[in-house]
């Protein structure tokens, strides 16, 4: 699984933006954004704590990094098969073209490369539909004519919008296996998917096998039958170049899991046997002391319409020391939080763990992960996996911090468009990315695991309003703790102003900003969002006599600005106190009654005002990354270091990989 909460949130302004990058490059001055077109903005990343790995983990990383490339193509040439040719014909053009790339035709013929680089392949990566340049074809035809180019059939076939109109298809009308652009399937139809693999599978087996997972399911002469993607069948050159890789990496792991876990998951690339795939993730999911971590295999089936083909991915990461410091920090101390939090003392825990949340960089993306990632991960995916050994949930901080700090670099953007005076702006600057980051941390690490049900209350009394009501639990419990002196005392908090743009941003988004994703005329609905402005609104209400939050308008704009924090505390603290009876207690009624007075309707006149001045920003929708380089430093034969080079050219890198990452 994967959370992709960001993707479709990314903040910047197309106006402003110039890819010059700093000549001495630090954290502080590190330009973010590196390319923007079409409804895309392409960032990087910077890799915190690669420093402090030791050669021998560098190498592990490097290696792994390496098979998480190599994969490229099998994720291209299964999302369509046209999408490989379509890719070489535009390689060969950016780089053999002689002629104008002033012209706007030119421009217009790049601008589609590098949706189609980015997408990987021709159908958008998000929205699913077919990406049509916006040069005209005879233009296009003469640009193929200059670099020798004369596959008519592929000219006919980027410009046919009726040709594999969407990579997959959610029409309730036809076969949507017939439907689909992906290449998971072969003159088969939903029925003949349906009856192949439930002759296969054994209902009785408590450890079920994905079949169907790792192969294409085809029709010809002989029958239905499987085309196995593995090292002697179909993506072969690709999946021997991946196991190269594991096998050079597996030499080096950190410890015997990690070992066993490539030495398993080479198997199953060699075979193709399921059962492989499960033992390796089996393994995986052991591995929680290593300091380098991977993902590499087929693992997602979001995309095929019947869900059961996964789409190759690969990604690294490391862990990250800083955020793992804090989130030890407040679980060691999870029991001072349990006796000071403001519920009433028979709804507390006497004894309460924290919980450590995995918190990583990454290091490398590649396949479906590359560029448009993830900022967080959940694995694996198979159930009777998660049920009998657990599951692994990693947060991508380098990731995250990049969207925030891409969009800082945007001279509009939702903060300036929604902060009331220059002063909050600053303020959020400064602490703002942090306190979100200490505020999921106290809501993961201590908010859920706070509190207990009386004896014979059921843990699921509150029904359908139990998730958003969780959540605001979990959030009250962060926003009331972000601001107490024991965290500047624990060194997490800098000093005691520094929870105040949490505060600031927590009611803007929650009360106004939040509602530029719902369609206007729609209720709120989603659990994460219901939670914000029921806490929110509840303390707007409450606090409305004194002022706490204020609504002003400045020519024609509405804007939420938060006049006394300290109030604010005290009702966070006392909507947490409620909000526990409510669920220590199992008051459906009440927890019913509050969700639907604070958390559902959103005021029409708002709602339009948001998104009018969210569409005015005329912000890029969709974000993902380029990676950095990792370079071996070679003397007198033998490698002594793997650096971090950060990359700048967005094109550059995805006609290098063309090059050095081509297996198919
Ligand atoms: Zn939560």
């Given at each position: 699984m994967r959370i992709i909460v960001k993707a479709i949130f990314a903040i910047a302004s197309a106006a402003a933006f110039s890819a010059c990058v700093p000549k001495k490059e630090t954290a502080e001055n590190f330009k973010y954004t590196v390319d923007q077109f079409a409804d895309i903005k392409v960032m990087r990343y910077r890799v915190p704590g690669?420093?402090?790995?030791?050669l021998k983990q560098k190498e592990y990383a490097y290696h792994l990094a390496e098979a998480a490339k190599y994969g490229r193509d099998i994720t291209w040439d299964q999302y369509c098969r046209w999408n490989l040719p379509v890719r070489h014909l535009l390689e060969n053009i950016i780089e053999n073209y002689k002629g104008d790339r002033k012209s706007e035709d030119y421009k217009n013929f790049e601008i589609y490369a590098k949706r189609v680089f980015f997408s990987n392949g021709v159908h958008h990566h998000y929205a699913e539909d077919k990406i049509l340049p916006a040069c005209p074809k005879e233009y296009f035809s003469s640009l193929m004519e200059a670099v020798g180019a004369s596959e008519e059939a592929l000219l006919d076939f980027i410009y046919?919008?009726?040709?594999?109109?969407?990579?997959r298809s959610t029409s309730t009308q036809g076969d949507i296996v017939a439907l689909s652009a992906v290449n998971f399937y072969d003159n088969v139809d939903r029925k003949m998917v349906d009856d192949f693999y439930a002759a296969m599978t054994d209902p009785s087996d408590p450890e079920p096998v994905s079949y169907g997972l790792n192969s294409k399911l085809v029709r010809d002469s002989s029958g239905v039958h499987e085309l196995v993607w593995k090292a002697d069948g179909l993506y072969g050159s690709a999946i021997s170049k991946i196991c190269e890789e594991l096998a050079k990496a597996q030499e080096v792991a950190e410890n015997e899991i990690q070992k066993r876990a490539i030495g398993y998951l080479i198997d199953f690339y060699r075979t193709g046997d399921l059962r492989l795939w499960d033992r390796f993730n089996v393994e995986w999911v052991k591995d929680t002391v290593g300091q380098v971590d991977f993902i590499n295999g087929f693992?997602?089936?979001?995309?095929?319409p019947l869900g059961r083909k996964a789409t190759w991915e690969g990604y690294v990461d490391i862990k990250d020391s800083a955020a793992s410091a804090r989130t030890e920090i407040l679980s060691s101390n999870a029991q001072w939080f349990e006796d000071n939090?403001?519920?009433?003392?028979?709804?507390?825990?006497?004894h309460v763990k924290g919980v450590s949340a995995r918190v990583v960089n990454a290091v490398a993306l590649g396949g479906s992960c590359y560029p448009s990632t993830p900022i967080g991960i959940n694995l694996p995916n198979a159930d009777w996996i998660r049920k009998e050994h657990g599951s692994k949930s990693v947060t991508i901080a380098n990731i995250t911090h990049a969207y925030d700090k891409a969009a800082e670099e945007a001279p509009k953007s939702m903060l300036t468009e929604f902060a009331w005076d220059q002063n909050e702006i600053d303020a959020y600057k400064k602490y703002g990315d942090y306190d979100d980051e200490v505020h999921t941390d106290l809501h993961e690490c201590l908010g859920h695991g706070s509190g207990q049900l009386l004896p014979g209350v059921s843990s699921t009394a509150l029904g359908e309003y139990q998730s958003a009501l969780e959540e605001a639990r979990a959030d009250l419990f962060g926003l009331y703790f972000i601001a107490d002196p024991k965290m500047v005392e624990l060194g997490i908090m800098k000093d005691p102003e520094a929870y105040k743009p949490e505060y600031a941003s927590y009611i803007r988004n929650g009360l106004f900003t939040q509602f530029v994703r719902v369609e206007l005329g729609?209720?709120?609905?989603e659990a994460h969002m219901q939670n914000r402005k029921l806490i929110a609104e509840w303390c707007y209400e409450h606090g409305a006599a004194s002022k706490v939050i204020e609504k002003k308008i400045r020519e024609g704009k509405t804007y939420f600005v938060v006049n006394d924090y300290e109030a604010l505390r005290g009702l966070f603290g006392q909507l947490l106190a409620e909000i526990q009876r409510i669920k220590s207690e199992g008051d459906y009624a009440s927890g019913k009654a509050l969700i639907e007075k604070?958390?559902?309707?959103?005021?029409p006149a708002l709602h339009k005002e948001v998104r009018e001045r969210y569409e005015a920003l005329n912000l890029k929708p969709y974000g993902g990354f380029i990676n950095p380089d990792i370079v071996p430093v070679v003397k007198d034969g033998k490698t002594v270091d793997y650096e971090i080079v950060y990359r700048d050219d967005y094109l550059g890198q995805m006609l290098e990989y063309g090059k050095k990452y081509k297996t198919l």
């Open positions: 690669w420093e402090s790995l030791s046919d919008p009726s040709a594999y109109p969407q990579r693992i997602e089936d979001y995309d095929d939090s403001p519920v009433d003392p028979r709804f507390k825990k006497a729609r209720q709120n609905t604070y958390a559902v309707d959103i005021d």
